[in-house]
């Protein structure tokens, strides 16, 4: 079936730097989603986006957290400046509809470690 | 805030023996939707199925799950567990009351793990 492509699906970086999270989402889906999980915790929502804006973000998404999806390519997460709390999986989805009963598609996940 | 719950961090079953995944939620909302994904290693997590009728069966792949709103409930269940069904499963609840598009708020996942 549709995949949701996420690069890369590993990610080092020094604390303090800037990380760019890619997502290639199902190409006629209209909603974009990131999950954060933390090790050994459940996946929790950070952000929704739909038609160039945020729609609803959660507590997690920090200041120096950005989204965006320039020109319909790779819908992207920005974490500038990086702390070490933000090592985590990073699961992106995709949604055509936006009702409660949408099913999502997910990516196999980014998994970012900030040393 | 919602809140789903399951109980089991791990659950381990030898091949062919019944399955039986828990998952309780709270929500606010009088209509909830339900979903169980299922996460295979170094695969997406990926929906198996999902519910908003209030004790109708639904099934999918083998597995079926009864959303009971009397005890906020939508279990997971299997007749014969198979090598294959080893995964992690996630029970999630939908949450969309501002309109904004909704999002999922899961569980902790339980980890199945069937031996021969």
């Known amino acids: 079936g549709p995949k949701v492509l996420q690069i890369p699906s590993h990610q080092i970086i020094d604390m303090g730097q800037m990380v760019t999270l890619n997502c290639d989402p199902v190409s006629n889906h209209l909603y974009f989603y990131w999950y954060k999980q933390i090790l050994g915790q459940q996946m929790e929502f950070l952000v929704n986006f739909y038609n160039g804006k945020v729609m609803e973000k959660s507590k997690l998404f920090k200041d120096q957290f950005s989204v965006e999806r320039p020109d319909g390519s790779y819908f992207t997460l920005k974490i500038q400046p990086t702390a070490l709390e933000d090592s985590a999986v990073y699961f992106c989805a995709s949604s055509l509809v936006r009702g409660r009963d949408s099913d999502y598609t997910f990516g196999s996940g980014t998994r970012l470690l900030v040393i | 805030g919602d809140s789903v719950t399951q109980t089991e961090g791990l659950v381990t079953l030898t091949e062919g023996l019944p399955v039986m995944l828990n998952c309780t939620y709270q929500t606010i909302y009088s209509n909830p939707f339900l979903f169980w994904y299922v996460h295979y290693l170094n695969e997406s997590p990926r929906l198996l199925l999902k519910?908003?009728?209030?004790?109708k069966r639904t099934e999918h792949q083998g597995f079926h799950a009864t959303l009971h709103k009397s005890s906020s409930s939508f279990h997971l269940q299997k007749s014969s567990a198979q090598l294959s069904d080893s995964a992690l499963y996630y029970c999630?609840?939908?949450?969309?009351?501002?309109?904004?598009?909704?999002?999922?708020?899961f569980g902790t996942g339980t980890l199945l793990s069937v031996k021969p």
């Open positions: 999630a609840l939908s949450d969309n009351y501002g309109g904004s598009g909704n999002k999922l708020i």
């Open positions: 519910s908003s009728t209030d004790n």
